[in-house]
């Protein structure tokens, strides 16, 4: 057992991107945590929105003087890049990522932290996610909900090397996070560079360092069904799902060319072979089976296109080698609320 004697203190980071209106619901779950004020603090990171992030967060501070509240602003497009800011800025020994379009119960920081002091081996913690519809969602998509972030490992906590932690409610030592470099890029602009928090959840996997489950730690993923519940949404995260793996391959494992064709030449057997299937589900008018056989076209697809980028653009792949979003400890002037 270890912190018997003492709370844990935790810094919990939100990267936001124009979503000031739903950033607020998330800030009122945790002003209302069942944890005691002085062991948290919230830093709120905009990544370059263009609403009224700036104003809505100083006014939401004003109004909660009680909770230790901190804005940053970061112009850089990149949500790696605001998670560096919040991660270097952060004062405590635990870090706790959740969305800005996340809802969380007043026990989350509670239960996170009955779950660290199960054992010293614990170097994070995943929290339960499941998502919450603005109205009823059509049925297909109640199938794909993991790719808009629900996890659950069921109902007892428990602690091994492997669980994978959804960055929407992701809790790690600090001094781990910054050993092992931080969180991969994801999004940078309209492009997806990397794997995000797969990355991290990859490089503490090979050094076989353990992760909890805290099944009550609960985040809700608030999702909009005309947006998030469609076809084309889903699409593109499976690409994006396809994107990580000649990521990989180019960019993390370092395993060359060769291998990143070879990988191409089998992605596009999959995508032919995919798109064969979707066409035969179709004139069957098989709906289920169209619509996956669809996404995994997609995965397939967006492999090929990747790679291709990454062979014909001298920029792209400097910009996936260079490594600036790894996170190195430093003394930085940062401009806060």
């Known amino acids: ?43 709120v990171v905009n990544n370059n929105s263009v609403d009224d992030t700036e104003e809505v967060v100083s006014e939401f501070i004003e109004r909660h003087p009680d909770t230790d509240i901190r804005y940053y602003f ?10 560096q800011i919040g991660i270097l800025a952060a004062k405590n020994e635990i870090l706790s990522f959740t969305d800005d379009d996340g809802l969380l119960v007043p026990d989350w920081l509670a239960q996170v932290a009955k779950v660290f002091r199960m054992s010293d081996e614990i170097v994070g913690v ?15 998509v109640r199938n794909y909900e993991e790719q808009l972030g629900k996890l659950d490992y069921g109902d007892k906590e428990k602690y091994e090397v492997g669980l994978y932690m959804n960055a929407g409610n ?23 560079m990397g794997d995000g928090e797969t ?24 999702q909009i069904v005309d947006k998030n ?29 060769r291998k990143l064709i070879k990988n191409m030449f089998y992605a596009a057997k999959q995508s032919m072979k995919w798109r064969l299937k979707m066409l035969r589900f179709r004139i069957a008018s098989n709906k289920k089976d169209t619509i996956y056989a669809t996404f995994r076209t997609a995965f397939y697809a967006a492999q090929i296109f990747y790679t291709i980028k990454i062979l014909t653009s001298k920029d792209f792949r400097y910009a996936l080698t260079k490594n600036d979003w790894q996170v190195i400890p430093k003394k930085n002037k940062l401009k806060t609320l």
């Open 1 to 43: 057992m270890t912190d018997t004697v003492r709370n844990l203190k935790f810094s919990v980071i939100i990267t936001t991107f124009n979503r000031a209106k739903v950033l607020v619901k998330c800030l009122e779950t945790l002003c209302e945590q069942n944890y005691p004020k002085d062991d948290y603090e919230v830093l």
């Open 74 to 83: 970061v112009p850089r497009s990149g949500q790696v890049y605001a998670r």
């Open 126 to 140: 995943a929290g339960k996610i499941e998502i919450q519809w603005d109205k009823t969602p059509p049925d297909w």
């Open 170 to 192: 992701l809790h790690v030592r600090r001094e781990v996070l910054i050993e092992v470099g931080g969180f991969n890029p994801e999004m940078v602009g309209e492009w997806l």
């Open 199 to 222: 990355g991290l959840w990859l490089r503490l996997k090979k050094r076989n360092l353990k992760i909890g489950w805290a099944p009550k730690a609960l985040m809700y993923h608030c």
């Open 229 to 257: 519940a469609t076809i084309g949404d889903i699409k593109r995260r499976f690409m994006n799902n396809g994107i990580c793996i000649p990521y990989n391959i180019y960019a993390i494992d370092r395993l060359g060319k």
